[in-house]
């Protein structure tokens, strides 16, 4: 037998039935949506269920009228204040000491509350992995981090949590309100909803998608729930309910004309707080002399390692020896060269070239030339003798061959399964193929495949999802893609020039597994 809720005596719900559970609070202000939310934060707190609570109006410090919590953070209530350089170290102790905690953002500007904040969830996480133990993370006006149809490195932390959480022993507690602004992908992971009153009629489409009724009897009994009224949700179960108050003080209430007096609130243990110091000493907020510093350090190691790298390319070139070029000219100048010597200098800046296994490397030089007027495609060069081993690439701008090396580098940092995805299906376009067969041809288990497809390669219109009867088939759009992302050069590298890109680009990311 499990420990039983308190939250509504319509609802019989035990402690065990949140562990890992995505759970979303929707409704609009006034409809007892933040004192649903108080509720199970304190039902949680009553039966030692370690937390952390985002809040971003200072709202929750009155949980510390019954419970002990840590208010972290910049505002009214707060206890410690942090910032992102010890944030990691606040939810290492939150997570491995069992240390309630409300990680108060109100005092903060947007940009400070999201480097916070993505330090402080990727630590949880990464403990997560390592603790395997229960823990659930409050995010209030979850719309503001994830918000429908944008996307950053916050919103794919919190979604990573909502989908693949569970595993880890990890929850979720999305309240928000307005349901329609908050990401559908996280919305649809929630397996227990409880349903305020809402007004607008985005909203009510969003609701209509999750109760099982006619879009007409959603609106007609939405619209009749009072203040603490929802519709409380989890699969099949559909029950109306009544949420109890909650018992601590509501620092969100809304103003009125009585008088209203905060209560005593109960201080964490010294123990706790002298921990967190400890753990924060030397991880404060760095004047601008110490900024100055790191940064001047962090330069320098990127020099030193620039230098290195030079050497390394200088023993290369002493390797090879001489290398005569065959020098192309370059296609559809927008401005022409003054004298032969710089056209020789941007032509020179313009030509990649690639030499594998051969030490020393002979092209007779020749320089087609071609007035503005004439139109020419990118030239190739190309070796007759398949035996050789020296591939020299066609003549490519400089900016396209930066903006190559930024994609790949981008999708260089993807894990190891989406990136051999990636790879077998460019290595096998145009072919369609489930996750059984990439699964096969790739030697990655099928159901991490499917729990966790290539989500980042599927937006960007590299990889294309084709869902079927049989089943979902993925497919390589490399073309479109490249005819999409290189748009803006192709008036001067022409179709010829997309075509290469391609080219390249399906060699390169065939090698990044």
Not at 86 to 105: G, K, R, T, W, Y
Not at 327 to 339: E, H, K, L, N, T
Request: proline letters at 5%.
């Amino acid at each position: 037998m499990g420990k039983p809720l308190n939250i509504s005596r319509d609802l019989n719900l035990d402690l065990e039935d949140l562990i890992g559970q995505c759970i979303a609070i929707l409704g609009i202000r006034g409809s007892g949506k933040s004192n649903t939310a108080g509720v199970i934060f304190e039902e949680l707190l009553q039966n030692n269920y370690p937390l952390s609570i985002v809040d971003i109006e200072g709202e929750y410090f009155g949980l510390k009228e019954k419970y002990e919590v840590l208010v972290v953070g910049k505002g009214e209530g707060v206890e410690i204040e942090i910032d992102a350089h010890c944030a990691a170290e606040i939810a290492q102790v939150s997570m491995e000491q069992n240390v309630p905690v409300v990680l108060d953002l109100s005092g903060f500007l947007s940009e400070e509350r999201t480097e916070l904040l993505k330090v402080y969830l990727s630590a949880l996480w990464n403990l997560a992995g390592t603790l395997r133990k229960p823990y659930m993370i409050g995010i209030e006006e979850a719309h503001e981090f994830i918000p429908q149809g944008v996307k950053n490195e916050l919103k794919e932390m919190i979604a990573r949590i909502a989908l693949r959480g569970r595993k880890r022993g990890l929850g979720g507690i999305i309240v928000s309100q307005r349901s329609a602004k908050v990401d559908k992908d996280v919305l649809s992971q929630a397996g227990m909803l409880f349903l305020h009153r809402v007004v607008h009629e985005v909203d009510m489409r969003v609701y209509s998608e999750l109760l099982p009724w006619r879009k007409t009897e959603v609106k007609e009994i939405i619209n009749s729930l009072d203040t603490g009224d929802c519709m409380y949700v989890n699969g099949d179960n559909v029950l109306p309910i009544y949420v109890r108050e909650r018992a601590t003080f509501h620092a969100g209430f809304t103003p009125s004309l009585e008088t209203v007096q905060s209560p005593a609130l109960r201080s964490v243990s010294a123990s706790i707080i002298h921990t967190i110091e400890k753990a924060r000493e030397g991880k404060g907020p760095q004047s601008p002399t110490q900024q100055l510093e790191q940064r001047i350090e962090k330069l320098e190691g990127i020099l030193e390692s620039k230098d290195q790298r030079i050497s390394e390319l200088e023993d290369v070139a002493r390797t090879l020896g001489y290398i005569k070029l065959e020098i192309p000219s370059f296609a559809r100048d927008v401005m022409p060269p003054r004298s032969a010597s710089e056209k020789e200098d941007r032509v020179m800046r313009s030509l990649p070239v690639i030499i594998a296994g051969a030490a020393t490397v002979d092209i007779t030089e020749t320089v087609r030339t071609a007035t503005p007027d004439t139109p020419q495609s990118i030239p190739v060069l190309t070796d007759d003798d398949e035996s050789t081993a020296v591939d020299v690439t066609r003549a490519l701008p400089p900016a396209v061959n930066q903006h190559i090396d930024r994609l790949v580098g981008r999708f260089t940092r993807e894990g190891t399964l989406h990136r051999r995805v990636l790879a077998f299906l460019v290595d096998h376009s145009p072919g369609a193929y489930s996750s059984q067969q990439i699964a096969a041809w790739t030697c990655c288990p099928q159901e991490l495949i499917e729990e966790d497809p290539p989500q980042e390669f599927i937006s960007s219109g590299l990889i294309q999802r084709e869902r079927r009867t049989s089943g979902t088939l993925y497919r390589s759009s490399l073309r479109s893609f490249v005819n999409q992302e290189f748009r803006v050069f192709q008036p001067d590298i022409g179709e010829d020039g997309l075509h290469f890109v391609t080219r390249l680009l399906r060699d390169r990311l065939a090698q990044m597994a």
